[in-house]
């Protein structure tokens, strides 16, 4: 399993990025996706994950609302959009084939400050 997720940046709060998770190595398609995250000093914190097909999706409370996540088979890519970003959405993203992350791979930076 190879995991490289991109994407990240310095936002201003409110602001919004586009996070995408290049996938290889394994049958993207048969395996439902998450996003994971970890800020600085703390553990893997559930994000939010994705079934096969894409049809059902389901969000932690804290991003519910304002992160969007999504596949597309055919690029073997997963994404998630973030809106109304906040200070304390501010840590390394990882994408994973499971909850916690066990596989996670490369993660990308989002730092949310004025």
């Known amino acids: 399993v190879q995991l490289q997720a991109s994407g990240g940046g310095l936002v201003q709060p409110g602001g919004s990025l586009r996070l995408s998770c290049a996938a290889s190595g394994f049958t993207f398609s048969r395996f439902w996706m998450y996003w994971v995250r970890q800020a600085p000093g703390k553990g893997i914190e559930y994000v939010s994950a994705i079934n096969t097909g894409g049809a059902s999706t389901y969000y932690a409370d804290s991003v519910k609302g304002r992160f969007t996540i999504s596949r597309d088979n055919a690029k073997n890519t997963l994404y998630l959009q973030m809106n109304s970003l906040r200070s304390e959405d501010t840590a390394v993203y990882y994408c994973?084939?499971?909850?916690?992350?066990?596989?996670r791979g490369q993660g990308t930076q989002v730092t949310v400050s004025s």
């Open positions: 994973s084939t499971d909850s916690t992350g066990t596989d």
